[in-house]
């Protein structure tokens, strides 16, 4: 009986799941053995002729219950891949002057590497759907909260803005860590190279080295490092997808508060259900399972946080437990959430009916600014004028929570008090156009939206990526 990975078979996209698959991992294992091979020889190491082609010819061939029996013998799992690699190609020469971790540190940065770019992906795609959203509905004005309570007036479009700008600026710095991001490299037992030294016959590891990192498509090599690379490195990693994370994760808050005002919903495709209980509710279900995949980032984060800095000597294998999780784990959770907030953002409905009628409701209250700012323009003191418009408003507000008429009765107690020098014309004139409350929104929107189609063109595919959700 096996227990499945909950994060593969539920949230993660098929192409995630594949970079992180065993099968793939070791495959990958084994095109390093080649790369190192492939350089000893072009230094002059003697091979059997054939041999190379040999391994290559069985790179794929990975029987994973082979292996776990070679490993439940020898209690060493790259040993029993050594062997089962050397069995199947008919030659014991991988693995020649290395210790494992120069297979299994390089082999994880790699798959690490590719996920970076997948979820890179992943997010231009989101950044793209917002600031298409964010265009689309740039005109539609609706209450903006502080503190979640009604505050003045900005329009659906620069709440997707404001999420897009958020994203744009995680992924400007989840660009830097993809591009300064270093394989450790062919380093050996403590770092030396030492037995590569030896196996070359004093040949240049050096320059194999870079070899190898070529060969295996990267360009940035650590130099000064041990048996194991700093993991304050895996650290920066996981905290880069924590922040690639945030945008999306407060998409999913913003669309959960706006369906608890019925402002907007998330698609509610044919024949689902939102309670087993209560037939009529339709809940932001996808919204939910970006927050809940956000908080087992913040877990996967914790758990490298706790790697950071402990280091003993060259290294040890204490952190392998925590990296055997952490690594896969990171990259499927937050491949889920991109999947889930790009499913959230394609379907999310924006209800007008309703903001249109929540904004008549408020709209007097929402524009208190600009009658403050009226009144100071006609010579009363800016604090003078924010007691004056304060008093009215609170009284309105109480009024409304009883059943009052909340907006009416506040201009009309303005109109009605002569310390505030604005009739009722000029007071109607203050809120009469929504538009002119929401200041430079459109503009903001507008530039937003050349940003991020910048960016997005880096990787033009991105724009047709579509989520896959399984459930």
């Given at each position: 009986?096996?227990?499945?990975?909950?994060?593969?078979?539920?949230?993660?996209?098929?192409?995630?799941v594949?970079?992180?698959?065993?099968?793939?991992?070791i495959?990958?294992?084994?095109?390093?053995?080649?790369?190192?091979?492939?350089?000893?020889?072009?230094?002059?190491l003697?091979?059997?002729?054939?041999?190379?082609?040999?391994?290559?010819?069985?790179?794929?061939?990975?029987?994973?219950?082979?292996?776990?029996?070679?490993?439940?013998?020898?209690?060493?799992d790259?040993k029993?891949?050594?062997e089962?690699?050397?069995?199947l190609?008919?030659?014991?020469l991988?693995?020649?002057?290395?210790?494992?971790?120069?297979?299994?540190?390089?082999?994880?940065?790699?798959?690490?590497?590719?996920?970076?770019?997948?979820?890179?992906?992943?997010?231009l795609?989101?950044?793209?759907?917002?600031?298409?959203?964010?265009?689309?509905?740039?005109?539609?004005?609706?209450?903006?909260?502080?503190?979640?309570?009604?505050?003045?007036?900005?329009?659906?479009?620069?709440?997707?803005?404001?999420?897009?700008?958020?994203l744009?600026?995680?992924?400007?710095?989840?660009?830097?860590?993809?591009?300064s991001?270093p394989?450790?490299?062919?380093?050996?037992?403590?770092?030396?190279?030492?037995?590569?030294?030896?196996v070359?016959?004093?040949?240049?590891?050096d320059?194999?080295?870079?070899?190898?990192?070529?060969?295996l498509?990267?360009?940035?090599?650590?130099?000064?490092?041990g048996?194991?690379?700093?993991?304050?490195?895996?650290?920066?990693?996981?905290?880069?997808?924590?922040?690639?994370?945030?945008?999306?994760?407060?998409l999913?808050?913003?669309?959960?508060?706006l369906?608890?005002?019925?402002?907007?919903?998330?698609?509610?495709?044919?024949?689902q259900?939102?309670?087993?209980?209560?037939?009529?509710?339709?809940?932001?279900?996808?919204?939910?399972?970006?927050?809940?995949?956000?908080?087992v980032?913040?877990?996967?984060?914790?758990?490298?946080t706790?790697?950071?800095?402990?280091?003993?000597?060259?290294?040890?294998?204490?952190?392998?437990?925590?990296?055997?999780?952490?690594?896969?784990?990171?990259c499927?959770?937050?491949?889920?959430?991109?999947?889930?907030?790009?499913?959230?953002?394609?379907?999310?409905?924006?209800?007008?009916?309703?903001?249109?009628?929540?904004?008549?409701?408020?709209l007097?209250?929402?524009?208190?600014?600009?009658?403050?700012?009226?009144?100071?323009?006609?010579?009363v003191?800016r604090?003078?004028?924010?007691?004056?418009?304060?008093?009215?408003?609170?009284?309105?507000?109480?009024s409304?929570?009883?059943?009052?008429?909340?907006?009416p009765?506040?201009?009309?107690?303005?109109?009605?008090?002569?310390?505030?020098?604005?009739?009722?014309?000029?007071?109607?004139?203050?809120?009469?156009?929504?538009?002119?409350?929401?200041?430079?929104?459109?503009?903001?929107?507008?530039?937003?939206?050349?940003r991020?189609?910048?960016?997005?063109?880096?990787?033009p595919?991105a724009?047709?990526?579509?989520?896959e959700?399984?459930?």
């Amino acid at each position: 009986m096996t227990v499945p990975n909950v994060l593969a078979d539920r949230y993660a996209s098929a192409e995630m799941v594949a970079v992180w698959s065993p099968e793939h991992r070791i495959a990958q294992e084994r095109r390093l053995w080649i790369a190192v091979l492939e350089a000893q020889v072009a230094q002059g190491l003697s091979v059997p002729h054939g041999a190379l082609d040999d391994y290559r010819s069985v790179v794929d061939d990975v029987d994973l219950a082979s292996i776990r029996r070679r490993e439940e013998r020898n209690r060493h799992d790259v040993k029993a891949r050594i062997e089962e690699f050397d069995d199947l190609a008919g030659h014991q020469l991988v693995h020649a002057g290395l210790t494992s971790r120069d297979v299994t540190e390089n082999t994880e940065q790699l798959l690490l590497l590719r996920s970076m770019r997948l979820l890179r992906r992943r997010a231009l795609a989101l950044l793209d759907r917002l600031a298409a959203r964010a265009a689309a509905d740039a005109h539609v004005p609706i209450a903006a909260r502080t503190h979640n309570v009604p505050a003045q007036v900005t329009t659906v479009g620069k709440r997707w803005a404001m999420l897009a700008e958020e994203l744009l600026g995680s992924i400007e710095r989840f660009d830097g860590v993809i591009a300064s991001y270093p394989l450790r490299g062919i380093k050996g037992a403590v770092g030396t190279q030492q037995d590569l030294v030896d196996v070359l016959d004093g040949g240049d590891a050096d320059g194999l080295e870079r070899a190898v990192v070529a060969a295996l498509g990267h360009d940035r090599v650590m130099g000064a490092v041990g048996q194991v690379y700093p993991r304050s490195l895996d650290f920066a990693v996981v905290s880069a997808f924590v922040d690639l994370a945030s945008a999306p994760t407060n998409l999913a808050r913003l669309v959960r508060l706006l369906a608890g005002h019925d402002l907007a919903s998330e698609e509610f495709r044919p024949g689902q259900v939102g309670s087993s209980a209560m037939p009529h509710k339709m809940n932001p279900r996808s919204s939910e399972r970006v927050q809940g995949l956000q908080a087992v980032l913040r877990g996967h984060l914790a758990m490298v946080t706790s790697l950071a800095g402990e280091q003993w000597n060259e290294g040890d294998v204490s952190c392998s437990v925590t990296r055997r999780v952490v690594l896969p784990d990171a990259c499927l959770a937050l491949d889920g959430l991109l999947q889930t907030a790009l499913s959230v953002i394609d379907g999310v409905g924006v209800h007008e009916a309703v903001i249109e009628a929540e904004l008549e409701r408020y709209l007097a209250f929402l524009a208190s600014g600009r009658v403050l700012a009226a009144a100071v323009r006609a010579g009363v003191g800016r604090e003078d004028a924010h007691e004056l418009v304060k008093e009215h408003a609170v009284a309105a507000a109480r009024s409304l929570r009883e059943g009052g008429a909340g907006g009416p009765e506040l201009l009309e107690r303005l109109a009605a008090d002569d310390r505030v020098p604005l009739d009722a014309e000029d007071l109607s004139a203050a809120v009469r156009e929504v538009d002119a409350l929401t200041g430079r929104t459109a503009d903001q929107v507008a530039h937003l939206v050349e940003r991020a189609a910048e960016v997005v063109a880096t990787d033009p595919e991105a724009v047709a990526y579509r989520p896959e959700m399984k459930v």
